[in-house]
């Protein structure tokens, strides 16, 4: 079984940037994917990474956000968001995508003036 701890969020203003991390407990080779969930939707996939780096995003969030990883332990993901909107605001969680293992708490993201 893997962990993961995500961190980061927090309240900030339309236009504004977050940088969360992601911490998974061993090694991962998979692709690695940050996901959102808002209450009363499913969660949704927002960037995925591959081992080698190829990168992937949901429309909305394309030219704003950058998903990378840690390629020398392979132990971290981060997801930089810039260019923040309201209705980025979620709670933030990273997994392999597809999802393999138990989500950790998220990190809340609140874009709000």
């Known amino acids: 079984q893997v962990q993961f701890v995500e961190s980061g969020g927090g309240l900030v203003q339309p236009g504004g940037s977050l940088r969360l991390p992601c911490a998974a407990s061993?090694?991962?080779?998979?692709?690695m994917g940050w996901y959102r969930q808002v209450p009363g939707k499913q969660r949704e996939l927002v960037a995925a990474?591959?081992?080698?780096?190829?990168?992937?995003y949901t429309d909305s969030v394309k030219g704003r956000f950058t998903i990378s990883r840690d390629n020398a332990k392979n132990t971290a993901a981060y997801l930089q968001m810039n260019s923040l909107k309201p209705e980025d605001t979620a709670v933030y969680y990273c997994?392999?995508?597809?999802?393999?293992?138990?989500w950790g708490q998220g990190t809340q993201v609140t874009v709000s003036s």
């Open positions: 061993r090694s991962m080779t998979n692709v």
């Open positions: 997994n392999t995508h597809p999802s393999l293992f138990r």
């Open positions: 990474v591959t081992s080698g780096g190829s990168t992937d």
